[in-house]
């Protein structure tokens, strides 16, 4: 079985930089779900994709956005970086069962932005 | 707003004893808990779930849950230094869309020194 990897695993990029990560889900998970995670906090929800389509959205700006493709991997793009964008992301898969699904995370991509 | 409350910590214990780790959460209609160790610079890992109300024990860990109380708890029996690490509790509120999101809590440090 396959887990969850993401890529890159660190990243600096300037600020009004554009950037794209991307995230492999565990074999035979359709849903991903990125997250946020500042230093200190815990993971905000970004979106959550399911079957190629974008399945709910956290409070993020537009300049967020992102992709399926039809292996279940995805992509997060951010446009027009700002220095808050500096955090951890964490990609998510899991296999849609109810309320009682579970996340199964990667080892995440470092973004900093200076 | 659905909310989960961690006390941030750091939670200090000595090796052996029980660590105590507890959230709060807002959405009553909540109906899924997890647990996730968070070392640090890495990805949340998965530790306990629960979904009714009462104890769930595995292993050394054992989790809590008081929905009349909106609480859930995690106890660690004899902790050892390698648990030192980030605690994050999640919850499920009620789906959005058909979507189940989890809301993560900010996380508690715990520290056990030998």
């Known amino acids: 079985e396959t887990g969850v990897t993401q890529s890159p695993t660190h990243l600096i990029k300037t600020r009004g930089q554009q950037v794209t990560l991307r995230c492999s889900s565990q074999?035979?998970?359709?849903?991903v779900s990125w997250y946020q995670q500042a230093l200190g906090q815990g993971p905000q929800f970004i979106f959550q994709?399911?079957?190629?389509?974008?399945?709910g959205r956290g409070n993020f700006p537009p300049r967020f956005s992102g992709l399926q493709f039809p292996n279940y991997s995805s992509e997060l793009n951010v446009n027009a970086l700002e220095l808050d964008d500096s955090a951890l992301y964490l990609c998510a898969s899991s296999d849609p069962g109810g309320p009682n699904e579970k996340l199964f995370f990667g080892s995440g991509t470092q973004l900093s932005v200076l | 707003q659905k909310e989960v409350e961690q006390n941030s910590g750091p939670l200090s214990v000595p090796e052996g004893a029980i660590a105590s780790l507890n959230c709060t959460y807002s959405d009553r209609g909540s109906q899924s808990f997890f647990w996730y160790r968070q070392y640090s610079g890495k990805s949340p890992e998965l530790i306990m779930s629960?979904?009714?109300?009462g104890d769930k024990e595995d292993g050394r860990f054992t989790a809590q849950l008081n929905k009349a109380s909106q609480y859930v708890s995690l106890l660690i029996r004899d902790s050892q230094p390698s648990d030192s690490a980030t605690y994050l509790c999640?919850?499920?509120?009620?789906?959005?869309?058909?979507?189940?999101?989890?809301?993560f809590g900010r996380g508690t440090s715990l520290i056990v020194h030998p």
């Open positions: 999640a919850v499920n509120p009620p789906p959005s869309g058909g979507s189940y999101i989890p809301t």
């Open positions: 994709y399911y079957r190629e389509e974008e399945n």
């Open positions: 074999s035979g998970h359709n849903t």
């Open positions: 629960i979904y009714s109300n």
